[in-house]
C-alpha cells in the first residue's frame, strides 16, 4: 500500500496521537461523545504491537458483545494478520480464566453458568422452599430479590445499606433474604454451577491471589477497557489487581455517558481514576468527529441541564448539517408513520438502511414501529430488549447443551425433563430425587490442566436414569429414554458442532409438536447447530450463549443476506459507541425520559438524562425526536385523565432552540395550532398489488 506503515497515527489529531502512543504508567482518556476514543484506543494497540509487544500479551475489555466484537475488528484491521488481539467482554474474560482454574476454586470442570433468567428461577425455588410463597406477609419476588443480590454483589455493599438506600420497603424481610442469598450460594456449589456475578468476583479472587494474581497478571503487559464510566466498584478492583502485579493500564470513557448506575456502576470511578491509579497521564479530546453542530449544540444544551455537570462542550470537526428535529405525533401509531416516512425519505435521498438507525429506551418503544415496518416491508434488525435466549425453545438447547457436560445441574434437568410429552413439573421432581441419590461421580472430576487439584464432583444423575424413569407415568418412559439417550451420547462427544447436532435431532420433533410456530422455531436451533460448528470447544459454545447473549437470530450466525440493507432497532444501552447518519429517538415524553420509576433521586434523573444524551449522540448527520403526545393506553405512570403526555422534561427551551420542532394542530400544548409539517404522503406505488 501506499499509505505509511504507521498510517494509523497520521490519521489522528495531535492529542489522540499523543494517547496511542503513550508510555509509562497508566493512562486515562476522559473525553466526550463522538471524540474517538475508541478510535484511539484501537490504534494504541496497532501502535503497541508495531512498537513490538506480542499482540496475545494485549488485552481488551469492554461491556457489550457488539461493542467488543466492533473494537476488535477495528484493531484487528490495523495490526499484521497474523497479530492475534485478544478481548471480550469482561464477563467472558472472566468465564475463560474461571475454567482455567476451576479447581482452585472449587468447581466441577463443566460447571455451568446461569443467565439472570436462571438465576431468578433459582432465587424463587429458595423462595418457595423456605416457605415465603405461601407466608402472607409480601415477600419480595424474584426479580426483586435477583436485583437486591446483584447490586450488593457488584457494588460490594452491605446488604443493609442496599437495601435501606434502595429497596427500603422489603426492609422488614431483610433478616430472611439474607438467609436465602446465603442459601442460594450453598445451592449454587451443590449445583456445581455459577451466575454472572460469581465470574467477576471469581476473577477478582484469582487476580488477587498470592500464587495465581501474578501468573494471571504476567500473561498481559496491558490492559485496554473502553467505557470505563459503566464499571462497576468489582470491575475496578479487577484493573487495580492487573495493575498491581505489573499490567499497564489504559481506559477510556465519558462522564457524561454512565448509564449503568441501575447495575451499580459509577461515573464516580472514571473520575476517581487517577487517584486509585497513581501517577496517570490524563488526555482530554475536545473535537467531535462524528456529528455536526447543530446536533451537538442541542446535545450540549441537554448536558448543561446536569446538577453536577463537568463543563465540557462538544465543538464538531465537520462543517454545516442540519438542526435536529422535534416532532410531536398524536400517539404511538402515527409516531411509527412518521418514523418510517423519514425512513423511506432519507433512502430516497440515497441514505442505505444500514445508514439508519431508530433508538429507544426500552424494547416495547417500538412495537407500533415494527407492525409499520412490516406493513411497508422495511427490513430490520432488532437489539436490545428480549433476547433470542429468552426464547422457550432455545433455551430448552441450552438446557439440554448444558446437561451434556454437568449432570448435576438441577435447573436444566428440571427444563428438560419436562420437554417429554405427558411429564409434569411434579414427576420431574420426582425423577430428579431419585437420580440425586446417584453417587458422585469421580470418575469424571479428573486433575485439572493446570494440575492445581481435584475438580469437585458432582452427583451424575444420567447414570441414575434407569432407576429415575420408575417413578415418571409410563406412558411418558419412552419418549424420556429417548432425551437421555440422546444426552449419553451428547457427554461423549468432545466437539461442540456433533454435540448440539445429536441434541437437536431429540429436539425438534419436540419443539415442532408443542409450538404451532414450531417449524420456524426450529430453525433457530439449525443456526445454534451452525453457530456451534463454528466454536469447536462444546463448554465455551454453551458459555458464549450466556456470556453474551445473542440479541436475535441474525445476530447469533451471520445472516445468509449478510449484503442486503437492513435497519437497525436498537435500546439506547445496546447502542452505546456506536453511530449512524441518521437517528430517531423514539417517545421522548416524561414518564419514557425520564421514567416515572425515576422520578426518585437528582442522581437517578441525571442518570435519564444522560441515557437520552447518549441517543442524541449517536447521529452523525440528522437527528430526529418524536413525542407522542396520546395514548391508546396509558403508558407507565401517564396520570393525565385525558391521556395526554408531556414532552420529556429534557426538552428544555434551551434545547428546543437548538431544534425545529414540529407541532400538532390540536395538540392541547399548541392551543394555537402551528401547521403540522410531518403530513403523511401519500402512496403512488403499486407495490401493494403484487402482494
Ligand atoms: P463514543 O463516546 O460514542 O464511544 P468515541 O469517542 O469512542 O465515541 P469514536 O467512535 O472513536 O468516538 O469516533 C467517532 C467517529 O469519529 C468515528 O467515525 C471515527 O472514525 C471518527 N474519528 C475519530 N478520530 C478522528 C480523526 N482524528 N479524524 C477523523 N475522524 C475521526
Ligand atoms: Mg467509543
Redesign the pocket.
Known sequence: ADRGERYWLD???DE?RAAATHTGGPLLIL?G????????LCARVAWLVAEGVPSERILLLTFTRRASREMLQRARGLVPASARVLGGTFHSVAHRLVRRHAAALGLPGGFGVLDAGDAADVLDLLREEAGHAKSRTRFPKKGTLLDIYSRTVNAQLPLSGVIAEHFPWVEDHREAISALFREYTTRKKALGVVDLDDLLLMWRALARDEVIGPRLASSFDHVLIDEYQDVNGLQVDLAQALAGFGCDITVVG?DF?AIYGFRSASAGHILDFPEQFPGTRVVTLERN??STQPVLDAANELAAQATRAFPKRLRADRPGGVRPAVIHVRDQGAEAEAVADRILEARENGSDLRDQAVLARTSHDSDQLELELLRRKIPYVKYGGLKYLEAAHVKDFVALLRLADNGGDEIAWFRVLQLVEGLGPASARKAMAVMAGAPRDLAESPLDEMGEGRLAAVPDRLAAWSEAREVIPSGARASADAVIAALVVARDEQRAGPRAEGLREVLAPLVRARYPDGAIRVQDLDQLVAAAHQVGDPRQFVAELVLDPPQSSADLAQPPHLDEDYLTLSTIHSAK?L?WDHVHVLAVYDGNFPACMSAGTSEQIDEERRLLYVGM?RARRTLSMYVPVRYHHRPRGIDDAHGYGKPSRFLTKAVLACCDVTRLPDDPLNPRGAPIVTARRLSVSPDSLFD
Not at 461523545?33 to 484511539?40: L, P
Request: proline share 0%; hydrophobic share 15%.
Open positions: 490519521e489522528l489529531n489522540q473525553a461523545a463522538g471524540t474517538g476514543k475508541t478510535t484511539t465519558d455517558q468527529y462524528r459507541g453511530e449522540t
